[in-house]
């Protein structure tokens, strides 16, 4: 791979810390024009529903009450955004980049939620270049010629273009146009060059310029301005702070880290996401929508409630002992048949099969049902593996795989009403049919595209 493949985000850097290509499928993947229609079409649902939720404070923090018991990370975040509402100059319009991960469960014959991603959701630009890769494969008649590849009856690069109309918007609402941008960023970040790939466009395409830091670099370079709620930093108005950090509670080890964030939580400059999508990004706020009586305080049409309804897999939360008790005869019975998720993001922390009994059985001997208040329960998706080829490491690899489909979308709120509602692109990413998790940051999963059939 050369260097203009890195600027297009082709490329990721291992566990390892070597820099490579992200592994490549030749084969897209089948999927039916209206099941790809519906996912998509329900995205609109899903921001309506989600800037209602971010924007009502009273059953926000009353559904946060049984995680945060258990889980300090909650607690600070809830500290954050107690405290940033309180401040005359916050930003109130909220901002939020969503992903919607899906997976073919042929019990139900329907496309199930995996999980939504609210906070730094990735690999759109190494998907838009992957659509590319298949479409030169599709002109040169590799594949079957009454299949129309995805994404190819229209330009392409949707994703990648989704992140420059929301950050235009936004920067176009601060209304000063010496203002930068800030991307808040780790030191040895795995995605830099798909983080590169937006940066370049936003300086190239609309001429904004940005800044990389970390949490203590922008508490030695910053001020924040009292009366009006602006940051500068090195002198520059900053109206926009990205977050591709912060996401899990080791991250706010850095010197000042929980300062710096209420004090850009306080701002007026934008963000992305605000705390509050963070907070709904927890996983335990998958189990509370899924519950129809919640869902429908925001989903108030019946038709569109069912449609989001039809995307959720079974949950379970661990309320008492006589909860833990029976979800562990459950789960012996079929240990395969569920994944254990706790409040954590950046992939690998679900737990499987006798890991999970492991689990319930510690918390049962300790009489500890506190400590499985962290957790929620879901039912796993079962998918046929389908032989498919690819790309890894410059290495062609034959193996059976399954497919895990995402949706992109951007969405402005005030108020619970999205005045600004912009669809994105699409993911898929491909993994073994015996791996437990699919990520690009994992090593697990290779980038493809969808054929429509």
């Not at 082709?10 to 390892?16: A, E, G, N, T, Y």
Request: charged share 25%; with cysteine; hydrophobic share 40%.
């Amino acid at each position: 791979m050369c260097i203009r493949d890195r600027v297009n985000g082709l490329m990721i850097r291992s566990i390892s810390g070597v820099l490579d290509h992200v592994p490549l499928t030749f084969i897209p993947i089948r999927v039916r024009r209206e099941d790809v229609e519906e996912l998509q079409a329900t995205q609109s649902i899903w921001q309506r529903a989600l800037s209602s939720m971010a924007s009502n404070p009273t059953w926000l923090l009353e559904k946060l009450i049984m995680p945060s018991q258990q889980d300090v990370f909650i607690r600070k975040l809830i500290e954050v955004y107690i405290e940033s509402r309180k401040y005359p100059h916050r930003q109130s319009t909220q901002i939020c980049i969503m992903r919607n991960d899906y997976l073919y469960d042929e019990v139900t014959t329907e496309w199930k939620q995996v999980e939504f991603n609210l906070f730094s959701p990735a690999s759109g630009t190494a998907a838009d270049k992957t659509h590319l890769i298949h479409h030169l494969f599709e002109k040169s008649r590799r594949y079957h010629p009454q299949t129309e590849l995805l994404g190819y009856n229209k330009t392409y690069d949707v994703t990648r273009d989704l992140f420059i109309l929301i950050f235009k918007e936004a920067f176009t609402r601060y209304g000063n146009k010496d203002a930068v941008v800030v991307f808040v960023v780790n030191q040895d970040e795995a995605n830099e060059t798909e983080q590169r790939c937006t940066e370049f466009d936003l300086l190239s395409r609309i001429r904004i310029r940005v800044l990389r830091l970390s949490f203590s670099e922008i508490s030695k370079r910053s001020t924040i301005d009292g009366s009006t709620g602006a940051i500068a930093i090195d002198g520059y108005d900053v109206a926009i702070f990205y977050f591709r950090h912060g996401y899990v509670y080791e991250h706010y080890e850095e010197e000042n880290a929980w300062e710096v964030r209420k004090m850009i939580e306080k701002s007026r400059a934008f963000k992305i996401p605000c705390v509050e999508y963070q907070l709904l990004n927890f996983k335990w706020f998958q189990f509370i929508i899924a519950n129809p009586k919640e869902l429908r305080q925001f989903v108030t049409d019946v038709s569109e409630g069912s449609r989001i309804q039809a995307c959720f897999s079974e949950f379970w939360a661990f309320n008492s002992m006589e909860d833990a008790m029976s979800i562990r005869n459950m789960v012996t019975a079929h240990p395969g048949n569920y994944v254990l998720k706790p409040q954590k993001e950046g992939g690998g922390n679900n737990i499987f099969e006798e890991g999970i009994v492991k689990t319930i059985d510690k918390a049962l001997k300790a009489k500890d049902i506190s400590s499985l208040k962290q957790y929620i329960l879901m039912k796993r998706m079962r998918s046929t593996p389908k032989l498919t080829a690819g790309l890894r490491n410059g290495k062609f690899v034959l193996f059976k795989g399954i497919a895990e489909v995402s949706f992109f979308s951007a969405f402005m709120s005030n108020d619970g009403k999205p005045p600004l509602q912009i669809d994105g692109g699409y993911l898929v990413r491909t993994k073994r049919y015996d791996a437990p998790e699919g990520g690009f940051s994992i090593g697990e999963a290779f980038s493809d595209s969808i054929v429509l059939v």
